[in-house]
Nanobody, 124 residues
């Protein structure tokens, strides 16, 4: 499966929605997640959503501000980001992991499929 995400630029306090569309295979049986990375640092877990969409999990630094969702009919996962802060500036990547084991992991190496990453810039 190939994952392609779209990002953008916004001012602090603003909102942005990221989309990650899969091609080549269905993601309807794939647990999905978003990670972010700033230069020189490891990827940080942001949020995860179970394959059916009824379970979600967030990192503490985005809880209450970000919402992960999915539309399996469109083979797409979303990340709605509200009340953005300059420290949210990073490259955001979607990731997929087939069903089996725990439904989410906060470690990037647990996900075999990755999107190419998209830059999100929040200006103050």
């Amino acid at each position: 499966v190939q994952l392609q995400a779209s990002g953008g630029q916004v001012q602090a306090g603003g909102s942005l929605r990221l989309s990650c569309e899969a091609s080549g295979d269905t993601i309807s049986t794939t647990n999905m997640a978003w990670f972010r990375q700033v230069p020189g640092k490891a990827r940080d877990f942001v949020a995860a959503i179970r394959w059916h969409g009824r379970d979600v999990f967030y990192s503490d630094f985005v809880k209450g501000r970000f919402t992960i969702s999915r539309d399996n009919a469109k083979n797409t996962v979303y990340l709605q980001m509200n009340n953005l802060r300059p420290e949210d500036t990073a490259i955001y990547s979607c990731a997929g992991r087939p069903r089996g084991g725990d439904w989410y992991y906060e470690l990037a190496h647990e996900y075999p499929a990755w999107g190419q990453g998209t830059q999100v810039t929040v200006s103050s």
